[in-house]
């Protein structure tokens, strides 16, 4: 029998920047349409990938009310986004996606529409087991994917590099441990983009196959790898190494991210010791590879498997989750994030305190340049 078609709403923090989770929203709202699904993104704060959706044929919303019909299952992505679409649906049944080990954003919500917390690599599973405190048989781990729709294009790989671009979205500048190396080694183009550079890839496929090396972590890595280009993981000062074939399996199992960069610091030789690694070879194993096992298309079917899972889950649990289970939940959401209101707001008066002291030192400063001008020209100084 067909699968029946799903209406789904995935929630983000923001749907601008063009960064890992709001690239993991659209990239799984696009191969969910083509699937035969009805996707549907939610996020209070609009930007450029909202638009890239919306171009797709995909609905954006900012606002939930705009939602007339509820959704079948509620794809969560940040527990505030979360628990707005939980408490303005509720009784739809909903999955939770952790996407990091430390930021605020990824903590998890416990709430009794909630059937199912997926996590994207080892690390976040065991954020959900330790710090969420959710129930082992609650927690699924899908990992991470790439287009091979779009990253179709696959570099072969030289004897040797000759052209590397460091490519995140936490720092300006080539760190200088990256560009010593990579002179050392005789590397001839060294470039850098991401969203601090002011070199934003929108079409990142179209450039990787233009080099040979990578510095990357998580998403931007794999991206990478997909494209025939030799990866060094790195990630503001740790270093992560090159990704080889003997050790792919166990560095996806943790999104090639922070846990795979504790042990080196990023210095020279540390870094020039892993170009020295290099292997052609390894390169191409490690392509064919990710190109194997990450795509986008496998882990769009597993949601959708994750998805009937959690309707058909919440059809048994239904009739046992009350008005007051929701309200205590709901409660105690607002009690564990009480702290972080509170510093928002008194960060926010604080802000607001240095921008009027800022206005009035404006406004004297330029009155005294006014009464300075007029002095001048009454004294008939010639600077006047």
């Known amino acids: ?3 029946r078609p799903l209406r789904i709403l995935l929630t983000n923090n923001t749907l601008g920047p063009r960064s890992g989770t709001e690239l993991y929203v659209r990239d799984l ?33 900012d606002d939930l009310n705009n939602l007339s019909r509820p959704p079948d299952i509620i794809h969560g992505q940040h527990h505030h986004e979360t628990l ?3 408490l303005h649906f509720p009784f739809t049944p909903a999955i939770q996606v952790c996407h990091g080990w430390a930021p605020p954003q990824e903590a998890p919500v416990a709430y009794p529409t909630i059937m199912t917390h997926v996590a994207v690599d080892d690390l976040c599973r065991e954020r959900l087991l ?7 048989d609650r927690v699924e781990t899908l990992y991470n994917f790439v287009d091979m729709k779009r990253f179709h294009r696959v570099r072969e790989p030289r004897s040797l590099p000759k052209r590397a671009l460091v490519f995140t979205n936490y720092t300006r500048e080539i760190p200088a441990a990256i560009r010593e190396a990579c ?3 005789g590397i001839e183009v060294l470039d850098i983009a991401g969203i601090p550079s002011g070199r934003i890839l929108k079409k990142p496929e179209e450039v990787l196959t233009s080099y040979d090396l990578v510095f990357a972590k998580a998403r931007a890595a794999m991206e990478a790898m997909a494209s025939g280009c030799a990866v060094i993981l790195t990630h503001k000062d740790g270093l992560g190494g090159l990704v080889t074939p003997e050790r792919l399996e166990t560095l996806r199992r943790l999104n090639f991210g922070a846990r795979t960069m504790q042990g080196l610091p990023l210095t020279v030789a540390n870094v020039r010791a892993e170009l020295d690694r290099y292997k052609a070879e390894d390169v191409a194993l ?13 882990a769009a079917q597993s949601w959708v498997d994750v998805y009937d899972r959690a309707i058909k889950r919440w059809r048994t649990e239904e009739t046992q989750v009350s008005a007051t289970d929701r309200l205590t939940a709901a409660g105690n959401y607002l009690q564990s994030i009480a702290e972080l209101v509170k510093a928002s707001t008194e960060n926010f008066n604080q802000r607001r305190v ?5 206005k009035m030192a404006q406004a004297r400063l330029g009155k005294l340049e006014a009464e300075n001008a007029a002095l001048r020209k009454a004294t008939g100084d010639p600077d006047s």
Not at 131 to 136: A, K, L, P, Q, V
């Open 1 to 3: 029998m067909p699968r």
């Open 29 to 61: 709202a696009l191969e969910l349409a083509r699937l035969g699904h009805f996707p549907v993104a939610y996020s209070p704060r609009l930007g450029d990938v909202a638009e890239e959706l919306r171009a797709a044929t995909i609905p954006v919303i």
């Open 84 to 86: 707005t679409a939980l």
């Open 130 to 136: 330790t710090e969420g405190g959710i129930d082992e």
């Open 183 to 185: 002179e050392e080694f």
């Open 286 to 298: 490690v392509t064919d590879w990710v190109r194997e096992s990450a795509t986008l298309s496998g």
């Open 354 to 358: 240095a921008e009027h002291a800022l």
